[in-house]
Structures are given as C-alpha cells and as structure tokens.
C-alpha cells in the first residue's frame, strides 16, 4: 500500500474551517484517497473519498492535487465533536485500510 | 437502523487463557474486516472475509490467532493462549460488497490480558 504522510497534531478554534494535509506522493493511478476519522472510545467512521475530481458530503470537503500526489480535507465550521484522530489512508476497490498515525485534530471552545 | 455490533465491549483474560470475540456485522453485508488497534496507533488489518470465504487472513500476528464467519453473517475472533502483547482493541468492519468504498465499525472490544 502506498504511504500516506499527515501532521501529528493540529488545532482549531469552534467554527472556523480546518484543514487537514495528507502527502501521498506515491500513489498510483488505481489508488482512492479515503478519509475516515476515530473520536475517543469509538470505532473509526468514514467521511470521504476521492479519486481525481473534489469531493464535497455532508460532513466535508476533499480536496485533491492536480497531480494527485495530494490532498486536503476541509471541515468547514470546526465544532468540539469534530475532535478526533483524522486518518487519510489510499486504497483500491473495497480491500482493506491500511492505517497509519493520523492526525489528532483539537478544537478550541 | 443497527449499526456493527461487538461483543463484549470488555474483556478480561489471565496470560494463557482462550477468548472468543464477536462480531455482528450489518444486516446483507458480505464483507466482513478485523482489525487490531494497540494503544496510541492507528488500527492493523488481520483479517477479511467475503461471505463465509476468508479470503486474506495476512495480518493474523500469530497461529495462535483464528477467525470464521461459517454462515456469511456473524463472525468470531478466537485468540488461544493469550499473551500480554495480544492486549489491544479489536475492531471489525463491514461493507455491502467487495466493492463498496465504506467501511462500517463497530465499537470494538477492549481486550486485557494480566
């Protein structure tokens, strides 16, 4: 599986927009770049995916380098349940994750 | 509707001793994934079944470690022999189809073995 680099930590302010940074600059042409997230005590929860193009759901916005070599996640109004390990993890169809350390996002009241 | 459900959501186990995990996926869900998650890392595939098939079971850490989903639906991860190295989380995930980009979790169960 390619490699996915991501910061450590980051932190945010209540709603203000965060954006997380994932490096993958070996992906493949058949990799998807999958985003999902763990808030203490829980099971990770999916929250986008991307190939090429931009991506926007419910919960946020992918953002994804022309060169795909990588991407952004955007959550545009950070709350305090927003406070979670954020994982950006590249995957072809339906096979397992491969996750690595994350980014531990904060959200400051 | 029901999510993924673990159980038990705790369990504790004296060095040696056999555990057995289960796992209730959603409902129609023919892949079915284990996972493992130590303290303070991200989760470790160990497993994946696609209905009853184990179709790659690569990541089991040891022969001590088994795991089948015998009629496609529940599944159960038996660890023989526990060790304190074995103390982690365990995960399991489905998804509608091999296919399917999302993975559902569970809560997972919380294993400690003294």
């Known amino acids: 599986d390619a490699k996915t680099t991501q910061p450590n930590s980051m932190e945010s302010n209540e709603e203000e927009p965060v954006h997380l940074p994932c490096n993958h600059s070996?992906?493949?042409?058949?990799?998807?770049i999958h985003w999902y997230r763990q808030l203490p005590s829980q099971g990770p929860e999916y929250v986008i995916h991307?190939?090429?193009s931009n991506v926007n759901n419910r919960m946020a916005s992918l953002a994804i380098a022309e060169d795909r070599k990588s991407s952004t996640l955007i959550l545009h109004r950070a709350t305090l349940r927003d406070a979670a390990v954020y994982y950006c993890?590249?995957?072809?169809?339906?096979?397992?994750?491969?996750f690595g350390e994350g980014t531990q996002l904060t959200v400051n009241p | 509707g029901a999510g993924v459900s673990q159980s038990p959501r705790y369990k504790v186990a004296k060095r040696g001793q056999d555990v057995a995990l289960r796992c209730d996926p959603i409902?129609?869900?023919?892949?079915l994934f284990w996972y493992q998650q130590a303290l303070g890392q991200g989760p470790e595939f160990l497993t994946y079944?696609?209905?009853?098939?184990?179709?790659?079971k690569s990541g089991l850490p040891s022969d001590r470690f088994f795991a089948e989903r015998p009629e496609g639906s529940v599944s159960t991860l038996k660890i023989q022999r526990t060790q304190q190295e074995d103390s982690a989380v365990y995960l399991c995930?489905?998804?509608?189809?091999?296919?399917?980009?999302?993975?559902?979790f569970g809560p997972g169960t919380r294993l400690t073995v003294l």
């Open positions: 409902s129609g869900h023919v892949s």
């Open positions: 995930a489905s998804s509608r189809s091999p296919w399917d980009r999302e993975q559902f």
């Open positions: 993890i590249l995957t072809t169809s339906g096979s397992r994750l491969t």
């Open positions: 991307g190939l090429t």
């Open positions: 070996t992906i493949s042409g058949t990799d998807y």
């Open positions: 079944f696609q209905n009853e098939a184990q179709l790659d």
